[in-house]
């Protein structure tokens, strides 16, 4: 299907899809196929319809465009067209406007990850060459030192309403430029390898796969600065939807579910476990597509929801720099729990390897996978982790897997370290399973029958939580270098 064909299905058209899509196009002729476009034309079509909602209660189309306007005619006075913003802070209304303003500006506009320090926000500062931080929370108190002395810091909550309208603008596209998660090194902004048009072709076979409906209430418990929180902005923006921010802890996802008929469900596999957790599952009746990604899928943890929601989940992969690449559905879990299902449309993807690197429309991403007869991909981890143990390579996505069918083992990381046998050895950290009492000499010899020796771990390390980013991404840099363990740690004794 292509790409008209199937924002024709969803019914973001309406009753007169002629009248619509030539306001569309008059819209995105006048600013530009951007967000801020994308908002301007719910804006005259649907103004009272809502159009995000956080923890301060909702916004329409028409409110979020006036307030996205106040922001342009602020900025204006100091932000010139291709200057580079930096946006840092959580989801809210009042980011998504900021957004919306930066890229009606023309700005080069830098999202920042909350979720690092004030000495990397000032890195990519100097790196990216900002001419003007806007922030929320401690940040403004957080950053002096750390950032440029002569760079301008705004809050926020300093960008009360303006005096005047936003002056008129041609129509600009401020670009976007995101930071790479840091899981596998220091983070790194990136610009979007895909063209509009194959990203056009991408975004028709996604929504031809997906159950997506107009105006469909949207969960979004994911940072907005990241790319699949931002295409799921952008997403919500094309459907008309009232897309709801929700904090990402277990009860805020399931009370936004059940009290606000929630039909469309965004988020990674840490919260998807999050959700599921413990006794206090819930139901969610207008819950009918659950979009997965960012980080690896379990098995047991995907045969878990299907059990719970229904066949309503869907595991989307992708990166930064490619775009989205694959997606599995429903169908495919149950035959392929993990997988990440078959290439998009518009997407050329090769392996080179039984087990080989994934090369899309000729970049190297850096991810290991294999293909079943039946053409899904399952991903096997980093190339640039493979290990290698007395002449054997290893994956530490499989020892970790491996590892995680003991009872007790919630989630597991392993990582090399220097052993005079088999010239790398495994140290293990693991997290237990609420409620499970075990030693790490009880989890050794529970792990003599399904590990060979050279794969068993030398040392086991048990921690609270491993150390994740946002969106879920395990921080292998970020393990602890010594043992800090909860219970204690052990060597695994040389006899077989």
Same mark, same amino acid.
């Given at each position: 299907?292509?790409?008209?064909?199937?924002?024709?299905?969803?019914?973001?058209?309406?009753? !007169?899809?002629?009248?619509?899509?030539?306001?569309?196009?008059?819209?995105?002729?006048?600013?530009?196929?951007?967000?801020?476009?994308?908002?301007?034309?719910?804006?005259?079509?649907?103004?009272?319809?809502?159009?995000?909602?956080?923890?301060?209660?909702?916004?329409?189309?028409?409110?979020?465009?006036?307030?996205?306007?106040?922001?342009?005619?602020?900025?204006?006075?100091?932000?010139?067209?291709?200057?580079?913003?930096?946006?840092?802070?959580? =989801?809210?209304?009042?980011? #998504?406007?900021?957004?919306?303003?930066?890229?009606?500006?023309?700005?080069?506009?830098?999202?920042? =990850?909350?979720?690092?320090?004030?000495? /990397?926000?000032?890195?990519?500062?100097?790196?990216? !060459?900002?001419?003007?931080?806007?922030?929320?929370?401690?940040?403004?108190?957080?950053?002096?030192?750390?950032?440029?002395?002569?760079?301008?810091?705004?809050?926020?909550? /300093?960008?009360?309403?303006?005096?005047?309208?936003?002056?008129?603008?041609?129509?600009?596209? %401020?670009?976007?430029?995101?930071?790479?998660?840091?899981?596998?090194?220091?983070?790194?902004?990136?610009?979007?390898?895909? %063209?509009?048009?194959?990203?056009?072709?991408? @975004?028709?076979?996604?929504?031809?796969?997906?159950?997506?409906?107009?105006?469909?209430?949207?969960?979004?418990?994911?940072?907005?600065?990241?790319?699949? %929180?931002?295409?799921?902005?952008?997403?919500?923006?094309?459907?008309?939807?009232?897309?709801?921010?929700?904090?990402?802890?277990?009860?805020?996802?399931?009370?936004?579910?059940?009290?606000?008929?929630?039909?469309?469900?965004?988020?990674?596999?840490?919260?998807?476990?999050?959700?599921?957790?413990?006794?206090?599952?819930?139901?969610?009746?207008?819950?009918?597509?659950?979009?997965?990604?960012?980080?690896?899928?379990?098995?047991?943890?995907?045969?878990?929801?299907?059990?719970?929601?229904?066949?309503?989940?869907?595991?989307?992969?992708?990166?930064?720099?490619?775009?989205?690449?694959?997606?599995?559905?429903?169908?495919?879990?149950? @035959?392929?729990?993990?997988?990440?299902?078959?290439?998009?449309?518009?997407?050329?993807? /090769?392996?080179?390897?039984?087990?080989?690197?994934?090369?899309? =429309?000729?970049?190297?991403?850096?991810?290991?996978?294999?293909?079943?007869?039946?053409?899904?991909?399952?991903?096997?981890?980093?190339?640039?982790?493979?290990?290698?143990?007395?002449?054997? =390579? #290893?994956?530490?996505?499989?020892?970790?897997?491996?590892?995680?069918?003991?009872?007790?083992?919630? /989630?597991? @990381?392993?990582?090399?370290?220097?052993?005079?046998?088999?010239?790398?050895?495994?140290?293990?950290?693991?997290?237990?399973?609420?409620?499970?009492?075990?030693?790490?000499?009880?989890?050794?010899?529970?792990?003599?029958?399904?590990?060979?020796?050279?794969?068993?771990?030398?040392?086991?390390?048990?921690?609270?939580?491993?150390?994740?980013?946002?969106?879920?991404?395990?921080?292998?840099?970020?393990?602890?270098?010594?043992?800090?363990?909860?219970?204690?740690?052990?060597?695994?004794?040389?006899?077989?």
């Amino acid at each position: 299907m292509n790409l008209p064909a199937a924002i024709r299905r969803t019914g973001v058209l309406g009753p !007169q899809p002629a009248r619509a899509a030539l306001g569309l196009g008059w819209t995105l002729l006048r600013h530009g196929p951007t967000l801020y476009g994308l908002a301007a034309w719910n804006a005259r079509r649907i103004p009272n319809a809502v159009a995000l909602v956080d923890e301060h209660g909702p916004l329409t189309y028409a409110e979020l465009l006036a307030r996205a306007d106040a922001i342009t005619a602020i900025l204006s006075r100091q932000v010139k067209p291709g200057a580079a913003v930096g946006l840092l802070g959580g =989801n809210s209304t009042e980011f #998504v406007a900021a957004l919306l303003a930066c890229v009606r500006l023309g700005a080069r506009t830098v999202l920042l =990850n909350t979720s690092h320090s004030a000495a /990397e926000i000032g890195r990519v500062e100097r790196e990216q !060459q900002l001419s003007l931080l806007i922030c929320d929370g401690d940040w403004p108190e957080r950053l002096p030192g750390q950032v440029d002395a002569g760079l301008t810091v705004l809050s926020l909550s /300093e960008l009360g309403p303006a005096d005047a309208k936003s002056p008129p603008f041609l129509p600009r596209i %401020g670009p976007l430029v995101l930071l790479t998660s840091g899981s596998t090194g220091t983070p790194r902004a990136v610009r979007s390898r895909v %063209g509009l048009w194959a990203g056009l072709r991408v @975004a028709g076979a996604l929504v031809d796969a997906l159950p997506l409906r107009a105006g469909a209430p949207t969960l979004l418990p994911l940072p907005l600065f990241h790319g699949h %929180g931002l295409a799921t902005l952008g997403m919500a923006l094309a459907l008309g939807a009232p897309l709801h921010l929700c904090r990402p802890t277990a009860e805020a996802m399931w009370r936004t579910l059940q009290q606000e008929g929630i039909e469309i469900l965004v988020l990674v596999p840490t919260l998807l476990h999050r959700l599921l957790d413990g006794p206090d599952r819930r139901a969610a009746p207008a819950l009918h597509t659950i979009v997965c990604g960012s980080a690896p899928l379990g098995a047991p943890l995907a045969l878990s929801a299907l059990d719970h929601f229904g066949d309503v989940l869907f595991n989307l992969y992708g990166s930064t720099e490619t775009g989205l690449i694959s997606l599995a559905t429903p169908a495919d879990l149950r @035959a392929a729990p993990g997988s990440v299902g078959r290439a998009l449309r518009g997407v050329t993807l /090769e392996l080179r390897g039984e087990v080989g690197r994934v090369i899309v =429309n000729g970049h190297d991403t850096g991810d290991l996978a294999s293909r079943d007869p039946a053409g899904r991909l399952t991903l096997q981890g980093r190339a640039d982790e493979l290990l290698n143990c007395g002449g054997e =390579n #290893v994956l530490p996505a499989s020892l970790e897997d491996r590892i995680a069918t003991l009872d007790e083992v919630a /989630e597991c @990381a392993v990582v090399g370290v220097p052993c005079a046998e088999f010239g790398t050895g495994i140290h293990a950290y693991i997290v237990l399973k609420f409620g499970h009492e075990v030693t790490s000499e009880q989890l050794q010899d529970q792990l003599r029958p399904l590990l060979p020796r050279m794969f068993r771990p030398q040392k086991i390390t048990l921690l609270d939580a491993l150390p994740r980013t946002p969106t879920g991404k395990l921080l292998r840099s970020r393990l602890p270098a010594e043992a800090h363990m909860k219970l204690g740690a052990t060597d695994e004794p040389s006899s077989p």
